[in-house]
Nanobody, 124 residues
Framework: VQLQASGGGLVQAGGSLRLSCVGS????????MGWFRQAPGKEREFVAV??????????SYADSVKGRFTISRDNAGNKVYLQMNSLKPEDTAVYYC????????????????WGQGTLVTVSS
């Protein structure tokens, strides 16, 4: 299984970015897909998850991004997206795409597969 994230960059506070992640080597629709992030000097934290087709594609978000970020998926294209609006400097982090066949939790240790990360920098 490989996950390739892209779309990071430098943006001013209040701006928007859309992260993409393409998966290969897996039956994409059967996996729960999510995003975690890690800021410098901080622990990795949950951002959002969208469940597989059997679980109805339900979405969960960290409180810190609720109302600003939206996770979505395109099963035909093997992609998951993270639309990030109203970005704040505290959103600055490396964002990781994750996948797991069974878990859709808040805990990074529950996810079997990780992408390489894409850096998002929000300037004030």
């Amino acid at each position: 299984v490989q996950l390739q994230a892209s779309g990071g960059g430098l943006v001013q506070a209040g701006g928007s970015l859309r992260l993409s992640c393409v998966g290969s080597g897996l039956t994409f629709s059967t996996y729960n897909m999510g995003w975690f992030r890690q800021a410098p000097g901080k622990e990795r934290e949950f951002v959002a998850v969208i469940t597989n087709y059997r679980s109805g594609g339900s979405r969960s978000y960290a409180d810190s991004v609720k109302g600003r970020f939206t996770i979505s998926r395109d099963n035909a294209g093997n992609k998951v997206y993270l639309q990030m609006n109203s970005l704040k400097p505290e959103d600055t982090a490396v964002y990781y795409c994750v996948a797991d066949r069974w878990e859709s939790s808040l805990y990074h240790s529950d996810y079997d597969y990780w992408g390489q990360g894409t850096l998002v920098t929000v300037s004030s």
